[in-house]
C-alpha cells in the first residue's frame, strides 16, 4: 500500500465547475500548502474531487462550499507543495539504469543502492573491478551505467578483457547512445563480426567489432540482441518498479515519455507498474515520430501515429 506522504499539487481548478456531487471531494487539511498561485499564495486546505484539485482555502470555507466532503486530516501538520513534472524520462531506459550497477560522474541515491560518484579513470576502472569481483554467481554479466569518457577516458573491448576475460561485462555510456562490451559480452548475446559485417552503411560507421563499441546506429542495429536480457520479464517488472518509487520520492507527480519505442510488449509493461491506481504519478506516451517515419511515408504518419492512441491504460 503506497502512501503519500506530500500531496503534490499540479493542477487548479475552478471550484464552481464542481459545484454538484460534493460527497465525491475529499478536503486535505495542512500546516500551510504553497500553491504557486498569484491570486491565492498560500492556503490551508485543499478540495480534490478523483485526481483533480478543484479548490483552496481553508478548512471553514472549504467545507461550507463541499458540506458532503470527507475531511482527511493526515497531513494537518505537514507542508504541501507543487508536485514536479519531468517532461523527458524514458521509463524502459530507466528500468535498465535501475537494474545496473550505477558507477557515474555524481552521487546516486537509488532506492536500496546509494553510489558515490567517481571523475577520473584510474577510479573508475577500479570501481568497474570491485563490481565484477563483488558478483557472487560467476557466469552472471556485469550490466553497469554511468560511464562517460570525457570524465573516465576512452574504453574499449580491450579495457574490458583486462577486468576478465570470463564474465560478460557490459557498459552503458551515460548517455544511453554508447554500449562498450568485453569479449565474452560479444559471445553472450551472440554479436559477431559477421552480423557487424551486414549492418547497412550508417550502423557500419558507428560500429566496431575489435574495440566492441557501438554507438547511435550501431547501437541499435545490436540492441536487439541485448534486450533478450536487459528486458526479461522479472528483471524489467522489477526495473519499473523502482523507477516508480524513484520517481515518487523525488516529488514527480507526472511524467512524459516522448520518442517511446513502438514495441507493445514493452508498453505493456509500463502499463501494468505505472497505470495502476497505487501509482502516485500520471504517465504521458508519445510514440517516436523518428521511427515511425522510418517505417511509413509521410502522408500516413498522422494515421498510424493514432493507432498508438489506445496503447496506454490507466494512469498512462
Known amino acids: 500500500m503506497k502512501i503519500i506522504h506530500l500531496i503534490l499539487i499540479i493542477v487548479f481548478l475552478p ?42 482555502g481553508d478548512v471553514k470555507e472549504l467545507r461550507k462550499k463541499f458540506p458532503r466532503a470527507q475531511l482527511d486530516t493526515r ?29 557515474a560522474i555524481e552521487d546516486w541515491d537509488l ?42 577516458g576512452e574504453l574499449s573491448r580491450q579495457d574490458l578483457d583486462k577486468i576478465s576475460m570470463t564474465r560478460p561485462i557490459l557498459v552503458i555510456h551515460r548517455s544511453f547512445h554508447e554500449f562498450i562490451l568485453n569479449s565474452s559480452a560479444l559471445a553472450f548475446f551472440g554479436i559477431t563480426q559477421e552480423l557487424v559485417n551486414n549492418f547497412d552503411e550508417e550502423a557500419k560507421e558507428y560500429a566496431s567489432f575489435e574495440k566492441g563499441h557501438f554507438s547511435e546506429q550501431g547501437m541499435v542495429s545490436i540492441l536487439p540482441y541485448l534486450m533478450k536480457y536487459l528486458a526479461a520479464p522479472d528483471r524489467l517488472i522489477k526495473g519499473l518498479q523502482t523507477t516508480e518509487k524513484y520517481l515518487h520520492n523525488n516529488g514527480v507527480t507526472l511524467v512524459a ?38 517505417q511509413y511515408p509521410a502522408e500516413e504518419l498522422v494515421e498510424k501515429s493514432k493507432e498508438f492512441l489506445s496503447w496506454g491504460k490507466g494512469k498512462v
Open 15 to 56: 471550484g464552481p465547475l464542481f459545484s454538484q456531487e460534493d460527497h465525491q471531494v475529499r478536503i486535505y487539511e495542512a500546516r500551510e500548502i504553497l500553491t504557486l498561485d498569484q491570486d491565492y499564495p498560500m492556503a490551508t486546505a485543499v478540495a480534490i474531487k478523483k485526481d483533480r484539485i478543484i479548490d483552496v
Open 75 to 103: 497531513f494537518s501538520e505537514d507542508v504541501m507543495v507543487p508536485g514536479l513534472i519531468e517532461h523527458h524520462v524514458h521509463p524502459f531506459l530507466a528500468a535498465i539504469t535501475m537494474e545496473s550497477n550505477v558507477i
Open 111 to 152: 532506492p536500496g543502492n546509494q553510489t558515490k560518484g567517481v571523475r577520473d579513470r584510474e577510479t573508475y576502472l577500479q570501481r568497474l573491478k570491485a563490481e565484477e569481483q563483488a558478483l557472487l554467481e560467476s557466469d552472471k554479466p556485469l550490466v553497469t551505467w554511468g560511464f562517460h569518457h570525457y570524465f573516465h
Open 257 to 294: 515519455n516522448p520518442g517511446a519505442y513502438s514495441l507493445k510488449p514493452v508498453q505493456d509493461a509500463k502499463n501494468f507498474v505505472f497505470g495502476d491506481e497505487e501509482t502516485p504519478f500520471r504517465s504521458f506516451y508519445i510514440p517516436s515520430g523518428l521511427l515511425l517515419a522510418e
